[in-house]
């Protein structure tokens, strides 16, 4: 069974750049995958940031990209804020109406 | 402005169904996909399935035996099934829109904790 597999933690310092990943135990990602990513603080419901690969959803900083890099879907954060100390999850699709989420990555900022 | 409100009992026992509802409201069902997401205490997220409103279904395979959703369209509402559960079905469960031909979630409800114990 193939895995979707994330960072488990990652920590960047305020104002610097950061790239978490998202790949497969097996295989590459790639666009057709349709990778999206999600932004979850604690208590609160995930908040939806990229889609389909690299579009950013409704109100989301352009400091929030997303690309496919090295055989895995990335979202870079650029100038990195204390407010974006969340986990971080992706989503693949894995054809037939399967969604598959990744373990998630617990960012820091420090 | 959507809005998706997850609703129902917070305690099940062991072994009983699982059963949960979510409301729509500022906008009318009769569009996209409607997913059912979990998450237990401390840890990530896990797609349990989806229905459409012609009434589709998709169903993460590691639970398909279990679980159930439909949709009541007048009521602009959709509800998870989820049968002989166990302590390891404890978990905050949300409700949220997905995008078909994209397949990402859009909109997303508050969640709601369901404890199974007795």
């Known amino acids: 069974q193939t895995v979707v597999t994330q960072e488990p933690s990652f920590s960047v310092s305020p104002g610097g750049t950061v790239t978490l990943t998202c790949g497969l135990t097996s295989g590459s990602v790639s666009t057709s995958f349709y990778p999206s990513w999600y932004q979850q603080t604690p208590g609160q419901a995930p908040r939806t940031l990229i889609y389909r690969t690299n579009t950013r959803s409704s109100g989301v900083p352009d400091r929030f990209s997303g690309s496919i890099l090295a055989n895995k879907a990335a979202l870079t954060i650029t100038g990195a804020q204390a407010d974006d100390e969340s986990d971080y999850y992706c989503?693949?699709?894995?054809?037939?109406?399967?969604?598959?989420f990744g373990g998630g990555t617990k960012l820091t900022v420090l | 402005q959507v809005q998706l409100q997850e609703s129902g009992p917070g305690l099940v026992k062991p072994s009983e169904t699982l059963s949960l509802t979510c409301t729509v409201s500022g906008d009318s069902i009769s569009s996209y996909y409607w997913s059912w997401i979990r998450q237990p205490p401390g840890k990530g997220l896990e797609w349990i399935g989806y229905i459409h409103y012609s009434g589709s279904t998709n169903y993460n395979p590691s639970l398909k035996s279990r679980v159930t959703i439909s949709v009541d369209t007048p009521k602009n509402q959709f509800s998870l099934k989820l049968s002989s559960v166990t302590a390891a079905d404890t978990a905050v469960y949300f409700c949220?829109?997905?995008?078909?031909?994209?397949?990402?979630?859009?909109?997303w409800g508050r969640g709601t904790l369901v404890t199974v114990s007795s």
């Open positions: 989503v693949l699709y894995m054809g037939g109406g399967t969604s598959v």
């Open positions: 949220a829109s997905q995008w078909g031909g994209d397949w990402y979630f859009d909109l």
